[in-house]
């Protein structure tokens, strides 16, 4: 069956940088992409961008460009969020989720809390 | 960015009645509108796509409906595990955008 499983919670200072892994199984990792959605704290659900896990290619939103890398190592059937320069505001679950042919997310993580704190 | 209103934002209704939400694009959207289910605690869970489609093994009390601007998620009789929060999300401009929720609470 198809599962994502996620990285843990991770506590990081202003200015650091993070890394979440986001693990696939029980599918073909590079026939579908990843999309990545934030949610901060008691909010809805923000798209972030995803990214092209056959070519590699990420495409961001505008709120997520800059601090923010996607990657993907086919090797190991993971994708990776790369935030660096951590802010307050960065505090959040993030999710990732496989992007369906039809290109909705149809199989998500667990989510990884951020939280960004001195 | 499309922006998606939702309505209402909360809802409170009993097991084993019919609701209906909805969600209203800033523009049309043809049917590139999913509806998602969140628990607390847990991810997302895709319910319907491409307004009407319901996913994998999601029940048949749950239907999508609409096209253009105006979309809703009609649960026909509600069970308890269904008490949540429903997204809606758009992919037809980029970037894909979700409504803010709508909160299902048992009353």
């Known amino acids: 069956q198809v599962q994502l499983v996620q990285s843990g919670s991770e506590l990081e200072r202003p200015g650091a940088s993070v890394t979440i892994s986001c693990k696939a199984s029980?599918?073909?990792?590079?026939?579908?992409?990843m999309n990545w959605v934030r949610q901060a704290p008691g909010q809805g659900l923000e798209w972030m961008g995803w990214?092209?896990?056959?070519?590699?290619?990420?495409r961001y939103a505008q709120d997520f460009t800059g601090r923010f890398v996607f990657s993907s190592d086919i090797s190991v059937s993971t994708a990776y969020l790369q935030i660096s320069g951590l802010k307050a505001e960065d505090t959040a679950v993030y999710f990732c989720a496989r992007r369906s042919t039809a290109a909705w997310g149809d199989f998500w993580g667990q989510g990884t809390l951020v939280t960004v704190s001195s | 960015d499309i922006v998606l209103t939702q309505s209402p934002v909360t809802l409170s209704s009993s097991p084993g009645e019919r609701v209906t939400l909805s969600c209203r694009a800033s523009?049309?959207?043809?049917?590139?509108l999913a509806w998602y289910q969140q628990k607390s605690g847990q991810a997302p869970r895709l319910l319907i796509y491409d307004a009407s489609n319901r996913a994998t093994g999601i029940p048949a009390r749950f239907s999508g409906g609409g096209s253009g601007t105006d979309f809703t998620l009609t649960i026909s009789s509600l069970e308890p595990e269904d008490f949540a929060v429903y997204y809606c999300q758009q992919r037809i401009y980029w970037p894909d955008t979700f409504g803010q929720g709508t909160k299902l609470e048992i009353k």
């Open positions: 990214i092209n896990t056959n070519t590699g290619i990420p």
């Open positions: 029980g599918y073909t990792f590079t026939n579908y992409g």
């Open positions: 523009q049309s959207v043809s049917s590139y």
